[in-house]
């Protein structure tokens, strides 16, 4: 039975809440049987979850709730463009190696002691995850983590080893002018097992190294993520859902604005999670965590393992330099399209009078560049190198090919993104949302920051158990309704626990980076919620004080917007 469970769910599942649209006949109903179901589906992942989100198409239309034509157009919107974008902006980083460029430099300049290699590592990742994919970098910079780690190991190992030879000689010495001391074989026995005991101190030392070192870029990662728009899908689902609950936010949820408040929350989860990681596995000597200007030959070999790995990489190619151009250039765009304080360059040329050029239209147009600058510089007569068989010359690739998109793109991400936003007009359009909404309006009696508290601990719990995708595309729509309920700003609820969803540092199958880090086998389950648990509250606390300092001043979060009227119209 275990075996088929995925089958008894999938099959078991709509009978056993059929009842709520066959007794209660209403479309309020009909569209909670939909929710209901994928939200069962999305937890269990007895189906994949993009096939999981195209179920809104079927049972909409069959239901009443939405024409197919309008259910199917949820699935193409803005914020899948600009999704779309910004991963093939991260793939051309990937294919030419850029991404371990700037790493192997990051690392070179903070050093191999163990707290400044930790601190390394993390804003190394949660740089590289503003702008990649978590799993990318997890994957990308855990190898050159554990090597180092195994460099700084064996050198001490092979240290402690001359050592010991060097002491038994001495040894063997000393023992033909003394005659009154113990046995030559029992002061051996002594050496020998002081040096076992100092190589199991080794060890042991190493080994809660490697653990804190692996949590601390799979965590990294995921903290990284929540800097940047793109960094992450909730983020995209937030702006998505933000379009589709309330058309007239727009501008509200830019790439400026989301950047403006979640960086310096990154920044503060990244610094404490560091300290919380530095405590646990390396203690409280900082003395002998940060080296205080000593040096090792042990700390020079760990050095000189990256900068081979970064000597491998050569000299920076024609290419890197393009990509790394077209990158700047696209985060400058980004932030001078409506940075919100001056009008924007789209302000001034396109968008005078409704919002034409968003931030999607930067990343495709960004990313098209891709396709159309070449790899190489273009060579004539005796410099060309791009030959083919037989000898004729031919024009080198571009920086893109549909090939490397093709293999590399998360394509049940969109579906994904789009699923969320067809549950959401499915919602609005059934009554369901206004249904929720009043149902909710006791809430109005306690304090907003209690309710943004206890909603971003509720959100971080259930994506452990859930991925932060659906986490996130199932809570927002609910909290939408709550706030227009009670007169909250909805911002205030649905931006900390967007945030929130990526905090899964719990379990090894909360995301991907932390089952990378897990499949390294030194870590146990226990390591990781011991350090987990006390980083989702740490990642909680500090989302809340954001929201209630600086995230107020940004969004207005104090007054109920003309924006959010809409919904209740509707």
């Not at 033909?176 to 026995?189: A, H, M, S």
């Not at 995209?236 to 309330?246: A, T, W, Y």
């Not at 410099?383 to 090919?401: F, M, V, Y």
């Not at 227009?484 to 929130?500: E, F, H, Q, R, S």
């Given at each position: 039975?275990?075996?088929?469970?995925n089958?008894?769910?999938?099959?078991?599942?709509?009978?056993?809440?059929?009842?709520?649209?066959?007794?209660?006949?209403?479309?309020?109903?009909?569209?909670?049987?939909?929710?209901?179901?994928?939200?069962?589906y999305?937890c269990?992942?007895?189906?994949?979850?993009a096939?999981?989100?195209?179920?809104?198409?079927?049972l909409?239309p069959?239901?009443?709730?939405?024409e197919?034509?309008?259910?199917?157009?949820?699935?193409?919107?803005d914020?899948?463009?600009?999704?779309?974008?910004?991963l093939?902006?991260?793939?051309a980083?990937?294919h030419w190696?850029?991404?371990?460029r700037i790493?192997?430099?990051?690392?070179?300049?903070?050093?191999?002691?163990?707290?400044?290699?930790?601190?390394?590592?993390?804003?190394?990742?949660a740089?590289?995850?503003?702008?990649?994919?978590?799993?990318?970098s997890?994957?990308m910079?855990l190898?050159?983590?554990?090597?180092?780690?195994n460099?700084l190991?064996?050198?001490?190992?092979?240290?402690d080893?001359?050592?010991?030879?060097?002491?038994?000689?001495?040894?063997a010495?000393?023992?033909?002018?003394?005659?009154?001391?113990?046995?030559?074989?029992?002061i051996?026995?002594?050496?020998?097992?002081?040096?076992?005991?100092?190589?199991?101190?080794?060890?042991?030392k190493?080994?809660?190294l490697?653990?804190?070192?692996?949590l601390?870029?799979?965590?990294?990662?995921?903290i990284?993520?929540?800097?940047?728009?793109?960094?992450?899908?909730?983020?995209?689902?937030?702006?998505g859902?933000?379009?589709q609950?309330?058309p007239n936010?727009?501008?509200v949820?830019t790439f400026?604005?989301?950047?403006?408040?979640?960086?310096?929350?990154?920044?503060l989860?990244?610094?404490?999670?560091w300290f919380?990681?530095q405590?646990?596995?390396?203690?409280?000597?900082?003395k002998?965590?940060?080296?205080?200007?000593?040096?090792?030959?042990?700390?020079?070999?760990a050095?000189?393992v990256?900068?081979?790995?970064?000597?491998?990489?050569?000299?920076?190619?024609?290419?890197?330099?393009?990509?790394?151009?077209?990158?700047?250039?696209l985060?400058?765009?980004?932030?001078?399209?409506?940075?919100?304080f001056?009008?924007?360059?789209?302000?001034?040329?396109?968008?005078?009078?409704?919002?034409?050029?968003?931030?999607?239209?930067?990343?495709?147009?960004?990313?098209?560049?891709?396709?159309i600058?070449?790899?190489?510089?273009?060579?004539?007569?005796c410099c060309?190198r791009?030959?083919?068989?037989?000898?004729?010359?031919?024009?080198?690739p571009?920086?893109?090919t549909?090939?490397?998109?093709?293999?590399?793109?998360?394509?049940?991400?969109?579906?994904l993104?789009?699923?969320?936003?067809?549950?959401?007009?499915g919602?609005?359009?059934?009554g369901?949302?206004?249904w929720?909404?009043e149902?909710?309006?006791?809430?109005?009696?306690i304090?907003?920051?209690a309710?943004?508290?206890?909603?971003?601990?509720?959100?971080?719990?259930?994506?452990?158990?859930?991925?932060?995708?659906?986490?996130t595309?199932?809570?927002l729509?609910?909290l939408a309704?709550?706030?227009?309920?009670?007169?909250?700003?909805?911002?205030?609820?649905?931006?900390p626990?967007?945030?929130?969803?990526?905090?899964?540092f719990?379990?090894?199958?909360?995301?991907?980076?932390?089952?990378?880090?897990?499949s390294y086998?030194?870590?146990?389950?226990?390591?990781?919620?011991?350090?987990?648990?006390i980083?989702?509250?740490?990642?909680v606390?500090t989302?809340n004080?954001?929201?209630?300092?600086?995230?107020?001043?940004?969004?207005?979060l104090n007054?109920?917007?003309?924006?959010?009227?809409?919904?209740r119209?509707?």
């Amino acid at each position: 039975m275990w075996t088929y469970r995925n089958y008894l769910i999938i099959y078991l599942t709509p009978l056993l809440i059929l009842a709520l649209p066959l007794v209660i006949n209403t479309s309020e109903a009909k569209c909670g049987f939909v929710i209901i179901l994928m939200a069962l589906y999305w937890c269990t992942e007895c189906l994949p979850l993009a096939i999981t989100a195209l179920l809104p198409i079927i049972l909409f239309p069959m239901m009443g709730i939405l024409e197919a034509s309008e259910v199917s157009i949820q699935y193409l919107k803005d914020s899948n463009m600009l999704f779309m974008g910004g991963l093939l902006v991260a793939i051309a980083i990937e294919h030419w190696n850029l991404h371990k460029r700037i790493a192997l430099r990051v690392l070179l300049l903070v050093g191999v002691r163990p707290a400044l290699l930790m601190i390394g590592f993390m804003s190394t990742t949660a740089f590289l995850s503003m702008w990649i994919s978590n799993t990318a970098s997890t994957a990308m910079m855990l190898p050159i983590a554990h090597a180092v780690l195994n460099q700084l190991s064996a050198t001490e190992a092979e240290a402690d080893d001359k050592e010991l030879h060097g002491g038994l000689d001495n040894l063997a010495f000393e023992m033909n002018d003394l005659q009154d001391t113990k046995p030559q074989k029992e002061i051996t026995e002594d050496v020998t097992s002081a040096f076992e005991q100092r190589r199991q101190k080794r060890e042991q030392k190493y080994l809660k190294l490697s653990k804190g070192m692996s949590l601390s870029v799979c965590y990294a990662a995921s903290i990284g993520g929540t800097a940047t728009l793109t960094g992450t899908t909730p983020n995209l689902i937030l702006k998505g859902q933000m379009d589709q609950l309330f058309p007239n936010s727009s501008g509200v949820i830019t790439f400026a604005s989301w950047f403006g408040f979640s960086f310096p929350n990154m920044l503060l989860m990244l610094i404490l999670s560091w300290f919380w990681l530095q405590f646990m596995y390396m203690g409280l000597n900082m003395k002998k965590s940060f080296g205080c200007g000593s040096s090792n030959e042990g700390d020079k070999e760990a050095y000189q393992v990256m900068k081979n790995e970064y000597k491998k990489l050569g000299d920076i190619s024609f290419a890197e330099g393009t990509v790394l151009g077209i990158f700047i250039l696209l985060v400058v765009l980004w932030f001078t399209r409506d940075p919100g304080f001056i009008p924007g360059w789209a302000t001034v040329l396109f968008n005078k009078e409704k919002e034409f050029v968003t931030d999607g239209t930067v990343a495709i147009f960004i990313s098209m560049l891709f396709f159309i600058v070449p790899s190489q510089l273009p060579r004539f007569g005796c410099c060309r190198r791009n030959t083919d068989i037989s000898g004729n010359h031919k024009a080198p690739p571009a920086l893109l090919t549909w090939k490397v998109v093709h293999e590399k793109m998360p394509w049940n991400i969109l579906l994904l993104l789009g699923g969320g936003y067809a549950l959401a007009k499915g919602s609005e359009a059934s009554g369901l949302s206004m249904w929720l909404g009043e149902s909710l309006t006791p809430l109005q009696k306690i304090p907003p920051f209690a309710i943004s508290f206890l909603l971003c601990l509720l959100v971080s719990t259930f994506t452990e158990c859930s991925s932060n995708t659906a986490t996130t595309t199932l809570f927002l729509p609910i909290l939408a309704s709550m706030a227009i309920a009670i007169k909250l700003n909805p911002l205030y609820v649905m931006l900390p626990c967007t945030v929130c969803a990526s905090l899964a540092f719990m379990l090894p199958v909360a995301t991907p980076p932390n089952a990378i880090a897990f499949s390294y086998g030194q870590l146990k389950v226990l390591d990781m919620a011991k350090a987990g648990v006390i980083l989702n509250l740490i990642g909680v606390l500090t989302i809340n004080l954001a929201l209630n300092t600086w995230g107020t001043a940004m969004f207005d979060l104090n007054t109920f917007p003309s924006w959010a009227n809409v919904t209740r119209a509707a």
